[in-house]
């Protein structure tokens, strides 16, 4: 029997993968490979599992697949060879993960491991466990690497160290008990034994507060004296490096140092005398040097004022920021970033050289001075930084012009100081980069135009001098478009003429030619094209001597594949020809947006509308009111059918962009039913709306409380949260089922002969009467079951009834759903629903209701609201 | 796969940079320091803490490291194409000495002298092992014969 007979060696089937010339040559030589590996495991062969698991180990490295060899790697830790054990933890280490539940099985390997004779199987053990042990392992294996701390061979206490730093990471509970383990490593000689245990403090600071403060009361003065000694050791050859004795000892020292020092004076004061020294003795010519003086100057930065410490520090800033090297001057915007917090004024200082880094041939150098420059604008320098950033976007690549249209799109947004500067800086942008502008952005551009009246005028007319020129740039067109659309006649008529303006020749004609360039131009585009047929519609309404024209062009599109740009086609050009009375109506200029539910939307804060199930959408998620024009909503109900992907942030605009022609709520206050159900729930309850008044409305509902004792009183606080965490149920024909209630529904029992109460007229108006029957079950009295009849007193039918209802806190009501919502006219027939109602101080108060009813007469929203404070005095 | 698809997309980004820009690039978030060794790319992904200039000397430690062991030139500045070849055919060796730089992430020896006299002593621990094996099956072919 010869050992390592079978099969190929390692070595050859390396040779054979790099001969391979084809991803599928490669593929075939793997699979066979593999083919080999999984035979020899299913035989259980002994000598060739250290081979087969080096192989795989070669073929993951490629990127195959090799989740059978996971069981080898744990029969080879079991093994009782060094050899096998030795390639059985790299298996595990490479071909796992924490996540992988076959990591669970080696716990009880490692454990034996942890305590094997031989410090170096001991260290296989630590190091894979060190790197890649899960939470659980981790807190049944800390005891054994506590101990292991304290080993005799330093080998294994620098490994065990290490390896609890992942365990305190990953279980910071077991942090107290490394605690003084830790800290005796900081008197260690052995260098390696004392940069594990430097490493093992810093972390347990990060992760508990307790170990934070002992370290730094008992351990500062001794870790400042180790670095004196580390900086004026003599050479030694062991620990040179470019002439240093151990930089990296250097440098964890100072960031341990940098923890403690962090927030605490005293601690600061300790370390001043030695980060002066390290600052200003330590050689720069090689990056060792400066990769220490970089540590010493993040420390200064981080630690307590010291004015003198402070003032080395920038100097060393400064000095690094002008060297030639590309790594130092990086570094050197690293630092200015963290010395912003520190000395905001040191570091506008050198904007100049920034600036000059954000033009840098170097991409990592440029991102990195483009975020500092971020940091630093304030409404002082917005301007003339936004100047130097618009001017370079002009000339810098294509991969950095993304990222710095992005951050000027933000700062312009952020710290504009007048409406026609961000409009002229936005125009700039565009013009250059508007294929970078993401769609929020010229959105909010788009808000902010239209906020702006008295600068329509010079807007369009900017918009159509950039287009002649930037056609190409697609965020441009788009806005270009839509403000073209609307105020085409101030750009005709030279309308709201600025000072800074000369008056420009633009006929009705010439922005019909823009248009058409638009949709020709951007022929792939379809929310351009899609803008830019609404667009001509509004031109041909402020223009009728081009109707025939931009009809002509529109119905080029009557056959387009898109349903948007056909549907739009067909209509619009409807409109022209047959509605001319109308059409004015239509596509009158449009209100303002508000800039302010824009910003809140686009922050993800509200809702998104709420979308109303079948039926024309009678949404309008700002609920600004539009000029009326329902008659044609069947006709013109353009849903959300954009291709365009619009996130919820595009919707908004989307819809009044796209949508303009859906019909407004006839009355303002109507508006508030188009709003979720829970704005209406929170406006009867007079709770968390700080426009209303809450307290003459809570007065009314309990006349009787004058305390604020939390069970009778309508808690605003907590009622609003429980109200929120119900936001999103939306309001349909048992909304107090869902917001006030946590019972499930189930059926009343009507026949329950409790006592009898007489019937209630709950509401009556001119239009609409209920009455409230009662009864209770028996054994029961704090419910009241209640049928409500609805009666329609006028000759018009009632369609979508609605009926809500709020009651106190200490009360809980419930109500099943309707027996219709259609109410027939003049009382042929009624509507019953069932309420229920709990009273939790039965017997000491009374019940008491608010009600509101809604309804549509012809498609008209009607509204009515009433209180009930006169419920049967029995009833309890 | 994922594994591949970092590999193949880091490679890109850090392929296409010149010679005399910075060591350092971020690539989806993360910072990544890497070093050019004639035509071996040694690269590092780091936290947002860490000291990019000493990841430098972490990376150059280690190779002087894999220098020492493979021993195949002393003058570092001459890195052969043999030791490339090294790697690629030890790459378990290459491992086995970088668990004796590196745990956890976190730099475990400053000292090359002694990261390599452990490297050996393991080395020899299963030299001894292979021996034992191999006079095993000596023992055993005779015994058969």
Same mark, same amino acid.
């Given at each position: 029997?010869?050992?390592f ?14 001969a ?9 030589v ?8 999984r035979?020899?495991m299913?035989?259980?062969?002994q ?8 192989k ?13 060899g ?9 093994s ?5 054990k ?15 539940e076959?990591?669970m ?9 942890? %305590? ?16 890649i ?17 304290q ?32 800290a005796?490593?900081?008197k260690?000689?052995?260098?390696g034994?004392?940069?594990t ?22 351990h500062?003065?001794?870790?400042v004296?180790?670095?004196?000694d ?7 050859p062991e620990?040179d ?14 960031k341990l ?25 330590t050689e ?36 690094f ?16 970033m963290?010395a ?11 904007r100049?050289?920034?600036l ?5 041939s170097?991409a ?13 604008v ?21 991969e ?18 007048e409406?026609i500067w ?12 508007g294929n970078?502008?993401k ?12 906020s ?9 007319r ?12 697609e965020?441009l ?5 839509w ?26 004609s ?23 047929l609404?667009?001509?519609?509004k ?18 599109h ?7 740009l056909q ?18 109506a ?41 000029p ?30 796209g ?65 929120s ?26 026949e329950? %002969?409790?006592s ?12 609409l ?11 029961n ?13 006028t000759?018009n ?24 919502n ?6 042929n ?13 039965h ?9 509101r ?9 009607m ?14 | ?6 590999i ?8 296409t940079?010149?010679?005399?820009l ?23 992904g780091i ?5 990019e200039?000493e ?5 150059h ?9 493979f ?6 500045r ?6 490339e ?13 970088l ?12 000292s090359?002298k002694?990261?390599?006299r ?18 095993l099956?000596n023992i055993i ?5």
């Amino acid at each position: 029997m010869i050992p390592f007979s079978s099969g190929t060696r390692l070595r050859d089937m390396i040779r054979a993968i790099r001969a391979c010339k084809t991803a599928a040559e490669e593929r075939a030589v793997v699979r066979k490979e593999c083919a080999a590996i999984r035979t020899s495991m299913n035989e259980n062969d002994q000598d060739c599992r250290h081979r087969n698991l080096a192989k795989l180990m070669f073929i993951h490295m490629l990127g195959y697949p090799t989740h059978f060899g996971q069981m080898e790697c744990l029969k080879l830790i079991a093994s009782a060879g060094f050899p096998e054990k030795r390639i059985g933890y790299l298996g595990l280490m490479l071909l796992l993960d924490e996540r992988q539940e076959v990591l669970m099985l080696v716990t009880n390997s490692l454990k034996q491991d942890l %305590n094997h004779s031989n410090q170096y199987i001991m260290g296989l053990a630590l190091c894979a466990l060190g790197n890649i042990c899960s939470a659980e392992m981790a807190r049944d294996l800390a005891p054994e690497v506590e101990r292991l701390l304290q080993f005799r061979d330093p080998n294994v206490r620098k490994k065990a160290a290490l390896c609890s730093i992942r365990i305190i990471k990953k279980v910071p509970d077991l942090s107290e008990n490394f605690i003084n383990p830790a800290a005796a490593l900081l008197k260690e000689k052995h260098h390696g034994v004392l940069i594990t245990g430097i490493q093992l403090c810093t972390d347990l600071c990060k992760v508990s507060p307790e170990a934070l403060e002992f370290l730094r009361k008992k351990h500062t003065d001794g870790l400042v004296k180790t670095l004196k000694d580390a900086v004026n050791s003599p050479y030694t050859p062991e620990y040179d490096i470019a002439g240093i004795p151990d930089p990296f000892l250097h440098i964890r020292l100072l960031k341990l140092l940098r923890v403690l020092g962090q927030g605490d004076a005293d601690a600061s004061d300790a370390m001043n005398d030695i980060l002066a020294q390290v600052a200003t003795k330590t050689e720069s010519k090689k990056n060792a040097g400066n990769a220490i003086l970089y540590e010493c100057v993040e420390t200064i930065m981080s630690i307590e004022d010291n004015g003198g410490l402070r003032v080395l520090a920038i100097n060393i800033l400064g000095r690094f920021l002008s060297n030639r090297d590309n790594n130092i001057r990086y570094v050197a915007l690293n630092m200015l970033m963290k010395a912003i917090t520190v000395d905001a004024q040191a570091v506008q200082r050198h904007r100049a050289t920034i600036l000059k880094c954000v033009k840098d041939s170097d991409a990592s150098i440029q991102k990195r001075a483009l975020e500092l420059v971020y940091a630093l604008v304030n409404d002082t320098n917005v301007k003339p930084l936004t100047k130097e950033l618009i001017d370079y976007l002009e000339v810098s690549d294509q991969e950095f012009k993304g990222d710095l249209t992005d951050k000027i799109c933000s700062i312009v947004e952020k710290f504009s100081p007048e409406k026609i500067w961000y409009i002229d800086q936005m125009l700039r942008v565009l013009n250059e980069a508007g294929n970078f502008v993401k769609d929020e952005v010229w959105h909010a551009l788009i808000v902010v135009i239209s906020s702006a009246s008295d600068l329509h005028g010079y807007t369009v007319r900017a918009l159509y001098k950039a287009f002649q020129t930037s056609s190409e740039q697609e965020s441009l067109v788009r806005v270009a478009v839509w403000c073209i659309g609307e105020y085409g006649d101030m750009l005709v008529n030279n309308v709201g003429m600025l000072d800074i303006e000369d008056p420009i020749m633009v006929t009705e004609s010439d922005t019909v030619d823009v248009i058409k360039i638009a949709i020709k131009h951007h022929a792939l585009d379809l929310t351009t094209k899609a803008m830019a047929l609404m667009a001509l519609l509004k031109l041909s309404s402020r223009f009728p001597s081009c109707s025939e024209r931009i009809k002509d062009i529109i119905v080029q599109h009557k056959g387009s594949f898109v349903l948007e740009l056909q549907q739009r086609s067909l209509e619009f050009n409807s409109i022209i020809e047959k509605h001319q009375k109308i059409r004015s109506a239509l596509v009158e200029r449009m209100p303002i947006l508000d800039e302010a539910t824009f910003s809140t939307r686009r922050a993800g804060l509200l809702p998104a509308a709420v979308s109303t199930s079948g039926g024309a959408s009678l949404d309008l998620p700002n609920g600004v009111a539009k000029p009326s024009a329902a008659p044609l909503v069947d006709l013109l109900d353009l849903s959300d059918d954009l291709p365009a992907p619009s996130s919820s942030d595009g919707d908004f605009l989307q819809d009044l962009l796209g949508v303009d022609l859906s019909p407004a709520p006839t009355q303002s206050g109507l508006g508030q039913i188009q709003k979720a159900g829970t704005d209406v729930l929170l406006d009867l309850l007079s709770i968390g709306t700080p426009v209303q008044s809450s307290s003459p409305t809570t007065e009314i509902l309990l006349p009787s409380q004058n305390d604020k004792s939390p069970i009778a009183t309508l808690d605003a606080r907590s009622s609003s949260s429980s109200l929120s965490a119900q936001a999103t149920s939306s309001a349909r024909a048992a909304p107090m089922m869902d917001l006030l209630d946590g019972f499930g529904p189930s059926p009343l029992k009507p026949e329950d %002969n409790g006592s009898v109460y007489p019937s209630l007229v709950a509401f009556e108006s001119s239009s609409l009467r209920i009455t409230f029957n009662f009864s209770k079950q028996p054994g029961n009295p704090q419910t009241t079951l209640i049928q409500a009849t609805f009666t329609n007193l006028t000759p018009n039918v009632f369609t979508d009834l609605i009926f809500q209802a709020a009651v106190p806190k200490f009360l809980q009501l419930h109500l099943d759903p309707a027996s219709s919502n259609i109410l027939p006219a003049s009382g042929n027939g009624s509507i019953t629903q069932n309420l229920r109602v709990t009273n939790s101080q039965h017997g000491k108060k009374s019940l008491l209701m608010r009600m509101r009813m809604s309804y549509k007469i012809d498609n008209k929203d009607m509204l009515e609201e009433g209180q009930i404070n006169n419920f049967p005095q029995d009833l309890g | 796969m994922y594994l591949e698809k970092v590999i193949r997309e880091l490679s890109g980004v850090i392929l296409t940079r010149g010679p005399k820009l910075c060591n350092f690039v971020e690539w989806r978030g993360h910072k990544v320091v890497y070093k050019r060794y004639a035509s071996l790319y040694f690269c590092m992904g780091i936290d947002q803490e860490d000291n990019e200039l000493e990841v430098l000397e972490i990376i150059h430690h280690y190779v002087e490291i894999l220098d020492r062991y493979f021993g195949s030139v002393s003058d570092l500045r001459l890195w052969f194409i043999v030791c490339e070849l090294d790697l690629i055919f030890n790459f378990h060796k290459a491992y086995y000495a970088l668990d004796e730089l590196l745990i956890a992430g976190e730099l475990q020896e400053s000292s090359k002298k002694t990261v390599a006299r452990l490297i050996a002593a393991q080395d020899s621990l299963v030299e001894a092992a292979k021996e034992q094996a191999s006079s095993l099956s000596n023992i055993i072919s005779q015994a058969t014969k």
